[in-house]
């Protein structure tokens, strides 16, 4: 299974992640990412379900975040707030 997914509505790109983003996903999330986002997006992350997010899937995560127009959290959890307590990252993203 995917941990992610991306589907984009007009200048929106939907991310939604699952399970684990560590450097294993990492390189296939920053290629989709890098292929389908656009400067006039703006990023929407659906965490709800993330079970762990490692420094490799955080720094593609906040490199994405510098791509947007604008970036959105619409659901967060445990391991998004572990992840960036833990490497001392303030959390670029709001939610809306």
């Not at 993330?50 to 510098?66: E, P, W």
Request: net charge negative.
């Amino acid at each position: 299974m995917n941990p992610f997914a991306l589907s984009l509505i007009g200048s929106c790109l939907h991310l939604t992640l699952s399970g684990e983003i560590t450097i294993q996903q990492s390189r296939a999330l920053a290629v989709e990412l890098k292929n389908t986002l656009r400067p006039e997006h703006t990023l929407e992350i659906d965490a709800a379900q993330l079970t762990r997010l490692d420094a490799a899937g955080l720094q593609v995560l906040l490199s994405s975040a510098q791509v947007a127009a604008d970036t959105r959290l619409l659901a967060s959890s445990p391991a998004w707030t572990s992840a960036f307590a833990r490497y001392a990252s303030p959390d670029p993203f709001r939610a809306p």
